[in-house]
């Protein structure tokens, strides 16, 4: 759902007669309404009748639902939302620094539509979507409408949608709307309107399939017993039309092109992707070369055919489109003129989402398809033209005022709110500029029940329905939708970015026994609940690799922390911790070097010093704009596995969702928060975590980090994708140990006292996870000889830095070549210093004495930080466009 | 001058002098390290036009091996897509054309009808081709959006029932007096608010000042881009490489006039000085040169023009 998606229509417009304060006769034959205890409607309600009595197509569901249980509806709501949880099913919402993947709002009351109903409205659909169709291939082509006068020049002129750099391109079979919603709301006599074709990228379908796959797990009983219409064939239709665009019948490469996480609706596009087998890239993964577009793979440059597009078209092409956008593909303007690729739905498509050319779409249908134009629109009167402005300032009182370009957006305006003087000024603006207004009739949407408060209450809805094209040329509506519902039974606009709710929606097939359609198909029908289908691809675009590659970094570097900052919190919670108070001093010191707490700390001699040590440990932990803290890692963690979402198995995001949640401070908790100090009035409530608490926490993350490590082990394939994120576990572990090593000034440790010396090697083995192994290993008391063979050299020590080298050289040496000339190939370079690493440690006088010491771990923190660059080079640094 | 939407293949008007010239416009482009794959749009080429004839004209682009694709865009101009798909450090496209320019009839501007006229006319225009051609450069385009600013600048010239040719003289007349010419006041990207505001700028500037406050009237106004011929200082031989580009405005004046080319920069309607390259609804529409680069860090760039005349054409 884009920026401008948002409905505006009246949910509290008087019926006919005024509002009724009684909402169903008392003493109804059934008194179905009255034992809900639903009402308030005045309106159409989906449910029962202005009688209160239930809608036929209603009575199976509500049977199948039982008795309204507010304890076993509230169970049913939990389930529903622990499993859109789960699936990690949310919405971004713009201009709100914490509107980052909002959970989806889905309510636990389906809207129910009987077949014989929807038939009449798939008719209508189908014809609306084949005439936007020719009206976009006109208006792209020859333009008789305009020239023969059916449309004023001004409805594409005006419009900054109309696209004049892909006008005269021809697209395969005239088909320029390949996908394409409606929202759709009915008026108090029962009837269906058109509120607004979405053209451009419609969303949505996504969400309405994760809908569906949550509702028929919550009831699954009434799921069975309503018959109800399966989507997943919907989707396949798609899919096959997507691959009977390409220019090339051979193994058609099809992408779906995402603006990247930061859209408002990414989920769907993972979502999506992965649903219809289609590679997700972003516009920084292709490239045109000799007027076609290619997909930039670790092992080169992949011919792409089709092009499913969730970018509007103005950021589509930054040599053709807007020169600022940094979400397109230089050149891909060209490759479509040139016929090697095919962009669904079509550049320019967008331009029907205008709304001036909607009071001209009856005339149109007659004259282009020669039929009455079925699905009525709501009246829209274009300010652009004389008359229907006329018409639209003489009953402003009554009509809502609205952008007629989708790029000139404003909010709506509701005549009969205005002042006299807003309402001059508005009449004013329009006659400045009156192309870019409409008035549209304002309607009153029908209801349909919600659970709210431990009942149904009706909200207004509106319903978005989704068509594609299909192979032959037709088109084919998706039998559900998306519905959504204000949160108010009064309030005027429905809208997911308002925080707004959604549906899921039933077609009631009617029939007992479903025979699929006599129509072949690709592979057997799916059920939409079942895991999506795989991949038919398994490219691995650059980007990829480099945020897997930053995955496995951050995952590594939150593990390294909390280690460090576990042993921190035990030795300062735990007195009679051994050798607490002298080993505090080391660590402290180390974690000042890594700049976990500040330095002042680092002289500490004894646990419990201060509130000072305490708060500057919560504040490592926990403060997310503390630059190395555990919370700032696990964002960047969370953000970087949020980039790579389509390559990450479910399972895996559940666990990177429960580890940024358990990093949250305790703030967020309202049950952990205390309440300020007395006596400080001037301070906020600080929130404060025990340290026992902060210790369960911390022990908390680091199961569930060791989960996500056990998933990466054992549940990825073991292509190019899983090679990077163990690269960048490996390079990060590697760099810790030595960062480590010099922390703790284990090349002069022989200068310190005995005490000192034991403290610190004690740290190291804990830190490197290796205390057993040196006890069973040594059974001597810690020396530093022993600890530097068993966390440096030792290859057959998962935690030793021999080990990430072993490993790194592994990698290295089995990666695809990359684009650069042999001789001078960074893999190569890379490998050669993972190699003369290893060389080092293997010989025993490296690690002897204090200035051999010194000068391996220099040596080693000069030179492997250049595996990560030379990778960078190598196979990431896809320089990025610039306009020039 | 005065230029007719006329068929390419008219005659030139019998009887009027005729200007010749060789152009060859330069642009280099140096880059700080190779840049792998770069694509460009240029609008480069002459435009053939009632009163300029194209007789020759030719691109040389350095790298060679560069891939080339012509098109006509929406505003009936040669458009060129060009990519260098290989490692380079420079890239350098040369234009060199021919052309002729003839004379346009002299014609009186208070003639020309009253410009609310004109702007009445527009909604005629819905018919036949060249109406929906016109009315699409009476809107806000991606550099030209009309403000209360313009629209306010603009009243003055645009008195109650004045003929529109001479209401638009009058407008870069005033436009010429009130801005200064200063190229370093503004770059391709200072919006049009900040022109306004400062009062100083170039001859794009210009041009899009007059465009804006055109549209504030309703009236259609396009942008032209081209070249002028400099005029050498007497007794100086005229130097190779001084000029620039050059761009102007042209307002509708109605079906019995067309299109009027006005240069606010040299306050005066066009004439055999100025060779016209490519119009459209603004600068943006019409670039010269477009261009997006994979990697390179930094780039210089040198454009040189040289309009050089030729001996008068035979009559």
């Not at chain 1, 622990?82 to 989806?104: F, S």
């Amino acid at each position: 759902m884009a920026d401008s998606d948002q409905i505006s229509a009246d949910a509290n417009l008087p019926g006919p007669g005024g509002p009724r304060t009684v909402p169903f006769l008392q003493g109804s034959l059934f008194g179905e309404a009255d034992a809900l205890g639903y009402g308030g409607a005045y309106v159409y309600d989906e449910m029962v009748t202005g009688q209160g009595k239930l809608r036929p197509h209603w009575q199976t569901f509500m049977g199948t639902l039982g008795p309204l249980d507010p304890d076993l509806m509230s169970d049913r709501w939990e389930e529903a939302r622990r499993l859109l949880h789960q699936n990690g099913v949310t919405y971004n919402i713009y201009a709100d620094p914490m509107g980052m993947e909002r959970p989806w709002p889905l309510d636990m009351m389906p809207l129910l539509l009987p077949s014989h109903e929807w038939k009449a409205l798939e008719s209508g659909l189908i014809q609306r979507a084949t005439l936007l169709n020719a009206v976009l291939a006109d208006l792209y082509g020859r333009q008789t409408l305009i020239r023969e006068g059916r449309l004023p020049p001004a409805v594409i002129h005006a419009d900054p949608g109309f696209r004049r750099a892909v006008h005269g391109i021809r697209v395969p079979g005239d088909i320029h709307l390949h996908s394409y919603a409606v929202d759709l709301a009915r008026s108090p006599d029962g009837r269906w309107w058109v509120l607004s074709d979405r053209t451009q990228a419609p969303s949505g379908s996504g969400y309405a399939l994760e809908n569906r796959a949550v509702m028929s797990k919550v009831l699954p009983d009434s799921f069975r017993h309503c018959q109800v219409e399966r989507l997943a064939p919907f989707f396949e239709t798609f899919k096959e039309t997507l691959l009977s665009l390409s220019p090339r019948k051979d193994r058609p490469r099809v992408v779906l092109l995402t603006p990247g996480p930061y859209n408002e609706t990414y989920f769907e596009h993972v979502y999506l992707a992965r649903y219809l087998g289609l590679t997700l890239v972003e516009g920084a993964d292709l490239t045109v070369r000799d007027r076609q577009v290619y997909l930039k793979t670790l092992s080169g440059l992949e011919q792409v055919d089709v092009i499913l597009r969730r970018l509007d078209a103005d950021f589509a092409d930054p040599l053709e489109m807007r020169a600022d956008s940094s979400l397109g593909v230089a050149g891909l303007v060209e490759a479509v003129r040139a016929g090697s690729v095919v962009v669904a739905n079509a550049l320019g498509s967008g331009l029907l989402e205008s709304m001036a050319l909607k009071s001209a779409l009856p005339t149109l249908c007659r004259h282009l398809l020669g039929e009455e134009l079925k699905l009525p629109g709501v009246a829209v009167w274009w300010c652009g033209n004389d008359a229907e402005r006329a018409y639209a300032l003489d009953s402003l009182e009554s009509l809502v005022v609205k952008p007629a370009f989708p790029a000139r957006p404003f909010e709506p305006i509701f005549g009969s709110d205005l002042s006299k003087a807003e309402r001059a000024e508005l009449v004013e603006k329009i006659r400045q500029r009156p192309w870019n207004y409409v008035a549209q009739e304002r309607l009153a949407l029908s209801t349909a029940p919600v659970w709210h408060e431990g009942k149904l209450q009706p909200r207004p809805l509106v319903l978005r329905v989704f068509l594609c094209s299909t192979p032959d040329g037709g088109y084919s509506v998706m039998p559900g939708g998306l519905t959504r519902v204000s949160t108010e039974s009064g309030k005027l606009v429905v809208s997911m970015q308002r925080g707004g709710g959604s549906k899921d929606t039933w077609i009631l097939s009617g029939r007992r026994h479903e025979t699929p359609p006599a129509r072949t198909r690709l592979s057997p029908p799916a059920d939409p609940v079942a895991e999506p289908i795989k991949p038919v691809t398994t490219d691995l675009p650059s980007r990829v690799a480099d945020g897997l590659f930053w995955l496995g970094r951050y995952a590594e570097r939150a593990e390294s922390a909390v280690r460090l900052l576990r042993a921190a919190h035990t030795r300062l919670t735990d007195a009679n911790f051994p050798g607490a108070g002298a080993q505090m001093r080391p660590l402290l010191s180390l974690m000042a070097g890594l700049g976990l707490v500040p330095k002042d700390f680092s002289d500490v001699t004894e646990t419990g010093t201060g509130r000072g040590l305490q708060n500057a440990l919560n504040a490592s932990v926990f403060d997310a704009d503390h630059p190395y803290s555990l919370r700032t890692q696990i964002v960047r963690l969370h953000r970087t596995a949020y980039s790579v979402r389509d390559r990450l198995s479910l399972d895996t995001w559940r666990v990177v969702s429960a580890i940024e949640r358990q990093s949250q401070g305790p703030s967020s908790h309202t049950g952990s928060q205390t309440a300020g100090t007395p006596g400080q009035p001037g301070q906020p409530p600080r929130a404060r975590i025990d340290a026992a608490s902060m210790l369960l926490r911390l022990d908390d993350i680091m199961i569930s980090l060791a989960a996500l490590s056990g998933h990466q082990q054992e549940s990825m394939t073991r292509g190019s994708g899983w090679r990077f994120l163990d690269i960048g576990r490996r390079i990060e572990r590697a760099l810790h140990m030595i960062a480590v090593m010099r922390g703790v000034n284990v090349a002069d440790l022989t200068r310190y006292d005995a005490n000192t010396q034991e403290a610190s090697l004690a740290i190291l083995l804990e830190l490197g996870e290796s205390v057993m192994t040196y006890r069973s290993r040594y059974l001597t008391t810690v020396r530093r000889d022993g600890v530097l063979q068993l966390l440096l050299a030792d290859e057959s020590n998962p935690r030793a830095l021999a080990f990430q080298l072993a490993a790194l050289h592994g990698h290295l040496t089995a990666l695809p070549g990359g684009s650069m000339p042999r001789n001078d190939d960074p893999t190569a370079s890379a490998a050669g210093i993972v190699r003369t690493a290893r060389d080092l440690l293997r010989d025993p006088a490296a690690l002897g004495s204090n200035a051999a010491l010194h000068s391996t771990l220099d040596t080693l923190a000069a030179s492997l930080p250049d595996v990560s660059n030379l990778l960078a080079h190598a196979y990431f640094s896809h320089a990025f466009a610039r306009s020039a | 001058m005065l230029s007719h939407d006329l068929p390419e293949t008219s005659a030139p008007p019998a009887g009027a002098a005729t200007m010749r010239y060789r152009v060859r416009h330069t642009t280099r482009y140096e880059y700080g390290e190779d840049v792998p794959v770069a694509h460009h749009l240029l609008h480069l080429t002459a435009r053939p036009h009632p009163l300029q004839r194209v007789r020759r004209s030719q691109l040389t682009i350095t790298p060679a091996t560069a891939l080339r694709a012509d098109h006509t865009d929406y505003f009936g101009n040669a458009l060129i897509y060009v990519a260098v798909q290989e490692p380079h450090s420079s890239f350098e496209i040369t234009a060199e054309s021919e052309v002729e320019v003839f004379a346009a009839p002299r014609r009186d501007p208070s003639a020309t009808p009253p410009w609310e006229a004109v702007r009445e006319s527009l909604r005629g225009l819905t018919g036949p081709d060249d109406g929906a051609d016109i009315v699409q450069y009476a809107f806000d385009s991606a550099l030209v959006t009309v403000s209360p600013d313009l629209a306010d600048y603009a009243r003055p010239s645009f008195t109650p029932g004045r003929p529109v040719a001479e209401a638009s003289i009058d407008l870069i007349r005033r436009v010429h007096r009130d801005f200064a010419f200063d190229p370093s006041a503004t770059t391709v990207a200072t919006p049009l608010s900040v022109v306004m505001r400062q009062r100083r700028g170039v001859c794009q500037d210009f041009a899009q000042v007059v465009i804006g406050c055109l549209r504030a009237q309703g009236l259609p106004a396009r942008y032209v881009s081209g070249y002028l011929r400099t005029l050498p200082p007497p007794g100086k031989p005229r130097l190779v490489g001084a000029d620039v580009s050059h761009a102007w405005a042209s307002v509708w004046c109605g079906g019995g006039t067309g299109w009027l080319d006005l240069c606010p920069t040299n306050d005066r309607p066009t004439d055999q000085d100025f060779i016209t390259i490519a119009w459209g609804r603004d600068y943006a529409d019409v670039s010269p040169v477009r261009g997006v680069l994979m990697g390179g860090a930094g780039h210089a760039l040198t454009v040189s023009v040289d309009v050089e005349p030729l001996e008068q054409a035979a009559e």
